[in-house]
């Protein structure tokens, strides 16, 4: 693992959201303290950048205390970081929805949106259609279920930013599978993108 | 390992760019020297080559020296790099020149030195861990020199040239094969390195083919299909894949072309071929690849493009008398059109199936290349079948000129159905395609003007119709210019072209109603221009010549006047410019355009009317009135005065009935009726001089009464400031006329003493404090005039004149000193000390020469400044002391008859790049810098590019040396560096080119010798700069 591998904060502050909507302050407070990484709880900025190993910490703290109930949280994690993103509404991405506001389907916008918002986080995010009505994106040494061994897929947050920023800025409803998880023993990430709803 | 020339390295490491410049040009002196003796082995120069030698020993040992102390210095870097960058054209020189077995053999010695780069570049790439290149650099490099070694081989060993095909063939495999199964770092770029192998060799298979030798062709196939197999193989990396992919189309290309060479066939045949491959190629783009066919989707749109561009490119003689009315036809019209037509649907088809399936590109960089080749690709293709139309027009016999219909039609199809289009093609680019269409129309109609002006209208039409309906704001800016296009194009004075204008006026200025802020502002603009082209022509209908155009724009600011009254928001403030503007544009027509006496009293006339309208500038009108009141008298005719007093009394009477300052109008109007009556003819201005001393007398009685009876302050205010400037008009009026009348300068300056002791600064008199104190200052310079009119009276020198008023400059600095800073009275003295030391440098100018008194009155003109800078210790006044200075050197340039701009250029740039050192001038440093560049080395660039004069390389060389040093030591933005850079190195790329001459070589060499040790220079001070508590500073001097 690279030594300069960070992330944004962006990611830590939306999970604390997602746990204060289960359990308050408090739970945060916990989760924190069981981690070992209390100074992550004074994170201001967005846009400040953690390492990785400690949002690993985190997130195994977090796995460990929330059990099955983790990929709900993941999920909702992703949601609110997207919903962030929304409110701040960078004009590069109003440029983006303006350049593909005539293709025939949003799937490659959505995949777009995904390869770009991945630079400068660690792992390597590509995407290409896979038949005309399917989205593959595939996340190598994906960050989110990086050191884990799972029998079920475990990419949750990236699963939740998907379907937010697809129901936030194009109005559609997506449905994502995991097909491939480094978690399960995979050599890469695999999510599968379709279009259930459009809104 | 971070590469030297990853960007973010370059940003870090400021001092990079200039040594990879200077490395540049000592490359390119090595290289222009390398060909001169390739050309001819006698012009050696054992001198060159002996410092290149040296240069390169040198750069090696240092380096290798620094990096070892430093591992991380630049200098050491730039060095060691320096001698790798030109070991091989060292290498080359010598053994061409000095070694018996490659003496004059040009091949023998380029394989001998490929062969020995081969081994050292092999070795550092070993040895990476310590690389001193970037490490794409190694897989292009042997990719291309083994090609290259392979080559030569037909000179050096005489091998046929099928045979080097076939070697070039399985070099490009084994690399292929070598680059796959070991994956040498880094595998992107040999995989690509390996595709652009392969490609030679189909280019060396093709040439070697022109003899229809199987063989050669069997090369030829050969190559595609290994290219098509590795592009499969390689699927799995898109970048890999796609080089393949684009290698392997190209392969295919080449094949079909071989086949038509193989059949003989006519020229056309590859025309339309081509066209209808690029085509095939297009539709191949929009299909899906899965799999194995992965690669080639992408790849095919690449080609598509590179075969669309070298249509048009390769073709463009044929189709530009399609649209250009400028050349006559040409052979091969048909299948060009064909041919055109083809690449344009070709390129229209993936520009459409794009915007409807886009791509995903892998990465922002290829997300931006994505977007830059797809709208070149959009903009593109409707400009092809533009052409193709007006060829297939022509081809067609459809009425001529083909090159005026065919393009108005298809412009017009664009603009008006391109909008409907949107969802399946950019409007924008149908929009561009239109617009241009129309345009060349329009040109091409250029025999028949009105022809042109109505094509040019029609589109201007169609455009604000589509704005209307609600299109981008880019419609209405083409429907202005293509307006001013019709417009220009009017034969103005004809009664056809008063209506146009009259009309197009009503339209754009309705239409710019319709826009916000900007659009509006622009279209108001046009409007009045339109207007004034309007009345331009109405007045020559009415035949009044060009001689009247001050009264034309003078009426048509009346006009421009009345609307801003008429109109409300951005209307009236753009119609309240254009009046000043019109105003301004008057005057200056009576300044510079000789008119008869009516044209410029009726000019004036309206003006003065105009100004005494205007809020803040009516003090002009009154000026104006006064202007025309002299002008009517010198004309000779009583009645002409008489006219224009009336008109003065009427205008001024309604003034007054309008602001009811009815005072100060009479007041006016009796000294200029004094004035007029005293420049009567028979009466010049100087005899003059006395009256309007005696005005002045008056107006002190005026001050007097002012001070007893406590009139109003507007009344003592006007008085004062009307005095003043009758001193100052005075002065003027000696000066100007070179007269220096001892007598009037002594009564001037007695009348000055008694006008400021009666100027009162009461506290309800506005003006009067600031007239008193330009009193004082007027005194003081009358009195120092007044001594160089002492002087020439005892027969002094013009120049030893200038001397004396330079000394009177010093006789004021004590009264300044003197006087408490920060007052009125300082600034009146130091408003005098400037008007005399500035004069100084202006009269020294005047009277030039080669006399030691005119450098000697600049000199102590610029002391006087110093000692007031060090006494008020103000950094602005060094400027003007510098002044003193440059005008002295640059006098004593005159005087030698040094007629190269640079040295004067370099005398003022000298100065500002002090000021840059030494950071005196803190907000405006990047102003001075980029006037410094601008000056310093731009101008001798462009003069190098227009005279090719080899005097301005050494002046734009020594420049650039002396700005790069300045700019990093002052620490200027990037930007700065790479234009002083780009500028050398491009300049002294030309010079190689243009001059053939050793002696350029090695100046070129000493150029970049001198940049890199100044680098270290640089370096040694910045690292030698304590840095434990320094405060840093950005670029506005704040600190971080």
């Known amino acids: 693992m690279p030594e300069s591998e960070s992330l944004q904060a962006a990611l830590v502050l939306a999970g604390f959201d997602a746990l204060r909507m289960i359990g308050g302050d408090a739970l945060v407070q916990i989760l924190l303290l069981q981690a070992g990484e209390q100074d992550l709880e004074n994170l201001a900025a967005s846009d400040a950048r953690i390492p990785i190993e400690q949002y690993l910490r985190y997130r195994d703290a977090a796995l460990d205390f929330l059990g099955d109930s983790f990929a709900t949280t993941a999920f909702q994690t992703g949601k609110i970081l997207v919903r962030k993103l929304e409110k701040e509404r960078p004009p590069q991405m109003t440029w983006l929805l303006d350049q593909y506001k005539h293709a025939a389907n949003q799937l490659p916008l959505i995949g777009q949106a995904a390869v770009l918002a991945s630079a400068g986080n660690p792992g390597k995010v590509t995407a290409k259609m896979k038949t005309k009505d399917v989205l593959l994106i595939t996340i190598e040494r994906c960050p989110e279920c990086r050191g884990l061994e799972r029998f079920k897929p475990f990419c949750n947050i990236n699963q939740g930013v998907i379907s937010e920023f697809a129901h936030l800025f194009l109005n559609l409803g997506v449905s994502t599978k995991e097909t491939r998880c480094m978690a399960m023993g995979h050599d890469r990430c695999e999510i599968e993108v379709v279009v259930e709803e459009v809104r | ?1040």
């Open chain 2, 1 to 1040: 390992m971070a590469s030297a020339v990853d960007p973010s390295v370059v940003a870090r490491e400021p001092r990079l760019l200039p040594g990879f410049t200077a490395i540049g040009i000592i490359v390119l002196a090595a290289i222009a020297y390398s060909i001169r003796v390739s050309i001819n082995p006698a012009a050696g120069q054992d001198l060159l080559t002996f410092t290149f030698i040296v240069a390169n020993v040198v750069g090696w040992l240092l380096g290798a020296i620094l990096r070892n102390r430093h591992p991380k210095s630049t200098l050491g870097f730039l060095l060691v790099l320096l001698g790798d960058a030109i070991f091989p054209l060292n290498l080359y020189a010598p053994l061409l020149l000095y070694i018996p077995i490659t003496h004059g053999n040009v091949p023998n010695t380029a394989t001998g030195v490929i062969l020995v780069g081969l081994t050292y570049h092999l070795w550092n790439y070993w040895n990476r861990s310590t690389a001193r290149f970037a490490l794409p650099f190694y897989s292009y490099f042997f990719a291309l020199a083994g090609v290259a070694g392979i080559v030569l081989t037909q000179f050096t060993v005489g091998l046929p040239m099928w045979t080097v095909a076939w070697l070039v063939l399985l070099y490009g495999l084994a690399f292929n094969e070598m680059s796959f199964r070991l994956r040498p770092e880094p595998a992107v770029h040999f995989a690509i390195a390996a595709a652009t192998i392969m490609t030679a060799s189909l280019v060396v298979s093709a040439l070697a083919y022109r003899d229809r030798q199987p063989i050669a062709l069997a090369a030829l196939i050969g190559g595609t299909f290994i290219l098509i197999f590795s592009a499969i193989r390689e699927r799995a990396d898109e970048a890999m894949s796609r080089a393949h992919g684009m290698a392997a189309w190209l392969g295919v290309t080449f094949t079909f072309t071989a086949l038509l060479y193989a059949f003989h066939s006519p020229l056309w045949v590859y025309l339309v071929a081509t066209g209808a491959w690029t085509l095939v190629l297009a539709i191949v783009s929009t299909r899906q690849g899965h799999g194995w066919s992965e690669p080639f989707p992408e790849s095919a749109w690449w080609t598509a493009m590179v075969l669309a561009a070298a249509l048009a490119g390769v073709l463009w003689h044929v189709w530009l008398p399609f649209v250009m009315r400028t050349m006559s036809g040409r052979p091969l019209a048909e299948a060009t059109t064909v041919a055109l037509l083809q690449a344009g649907l070709a390129l229209a088809i993936v520009s459409s199936w794009r915007r409807r399936y886009p791509q995903i590109a892998a990465t922002m960089e290829g997300f931006v290349a994505n977007n830059v080749l797809l709208r070149l690709t959009s903009y593109t293709a409707p400009l092809l079948l533009i052409i193709a139309v007006a060829g297939t027009w022509t081809v067609l016999h459809a009425p001529s000129p083909a090159n005026v219909y065919a393009t108005l039609t298809a412009g017009t199809l664009l603009l008006i159905f391109g909008p409907a289009l949107t969802r399946h093609y950019p409007t924008e680019a149908l929009d561009f395609a239109g617009v241009l269409a129309m345009v060349f129309s329009a040109f091409n109609a250029l025999e028949s003007a009105w022809l042109s002006a109505m094509v040019l209208f029609g589109a201007a039409a169609i455009l604000l119709v589509r704005r209307l309906r609600g299109a981008t704001w880019w419609t209405f800016v083409a429907f202005l210019a293509l307006t001013a296009g019709g417009l220009a194009l009017q034969p103005i004075g004809s009664a056809r072209a008063t209506v146009v204008c009259l009309a197009a006026t009503v339209v754009v200025a309705w239409a710019s109603g319709r826009e916000a802020k900007a659009l509006a502002r622009t279209g108001f603009w046009s409007a009045q221009a339109a207007g004034l082209l309007f009345w331009f022509s109405l007045a020559a209908l009415l035949s009044l010549g060009r001689s009247w155009d001050a009264v034309v724009l003078a009426t048509w600011a009346w006009v421009a006047f009345i609307a801003s009254r008429l109109m409300r928001g951005v209307g009236a403030s753009t119609s309240l410019h254009a009046c000043l503007a019109l105003v301004a544009a008057s005057a200056v027509m009576l300044l510079t355009r000789p008119a008869g006496a009516p044209v410029l009293l009726i000019a004036l006339l309206i003006l003065a009317a105009l100004l005494l309208e205007l809020r803040h500038l009516h003090y002009a009108g009154f000026a104006l009135l006064a202007v025309a009141i002299v002008e009517a008298s010198t004309v000779g005719e009583s009645t002409w005065l008489i006219l224009v007093l009336a008109f003065c009394a009427a205008v001024l009477l309604w003034r007054s009935l309008a602001s009811g300052s009815s005072f100060a109008h009479l007041l006016f109007i009796a000294t200029a009726g004094a004035c007029a009556y005293l420049s009567m003819p028979g009466r010049g201005p100087l005899q003059a001089m006395p009256i309007a001393l005696l005005v002045i007398l008056l107006c002190v009685v005026e001050l007097v009464s002012t001070r007893i009876s406590k009139r109003s302050a507007f009344h003592a205010d006007v008085t004062s400031v009307v005095s003043l400037l009758l001193v100052i008009a005075i002065v003027t009026a000696e000066v100007v006329s070179v007269r220096f009348s001892l007598v009037v300068l002594g009564t001037l300056l007695v009348a000055v003493f008694a006008i400021r002791y009666w100027i009162v600064a009461a506290e309800h008199h506005r003006v009067q404090p600031l007239a008193h104190a330009l009193t004082r200052a007027f005194g003081m310079i009358i009195g120092a005039i007044a001594l160089v009119a002492l002087g020439r009276q005892a027969g002094l020198s013009a120049s030893q004149q200038v001397f004396t008023l330079s000394v009177t400059a010093w006789m004021l600095l004590p009264l300044l000193l003197r006087t408490p800073r920060r007052t009125v009275a300082s600034w009146a003295v130091a408003v005098a000390l400037h008007i005399l030391a500035l004069g100084v440098y202006a009269a020294a100018f005047f009277v030039r020469g080669d006399d030691p008194f005119l450098f000697a009155a600049c000199l102590v003109a610029s002391g006087a400044y110093l000692v007031w800078r060090s006494a008020w210790n103000v950094a602005a006044l060094e400027h003007f002391a510098a002044a003193g200075v440059v005008s002295a050197i640059c006098l004593w340039g005159w005087a030698q008859g040094i007629a190269w701009p640079e040295y004067y250029i370099f005398t003022v740039c000298a100065y500002l790049s002090v000021v840059l050192l030494r950071r005196t001038a803190p907000r405006i440093e990047n102003a001075i810098a980029l006037v410094v560049i601008a000056a310093a080395v731009a101008y001798p660039y462009y003069a190098l590019l227009r005279t090719t004069q080899r005097e301005h390389l050494a002046f734009l060389a020594g420049a650039s040396v002396v700005i790069i040093h300045v700019l990093l030591q002052s620490r200027r933005h990037a930007v700065m560096v790479v234009t002083v850079c780009a500028m050398l190195g491009l300049g002294m790329l030309f010079g190689a080119v243009v001059h053939d001459d050793v002696r350029l070589n090695l100046l070129m060499a000493l150029v970049g010798f001198v940049v890199i040790a100044d680098l270290g220079l640089i370096g040694i001070r910045s690292d030698r700069r304590t840095r434990v508590g320094e405060i840093e500073y950005d670029h506005n001097r704040v600190t971080r």
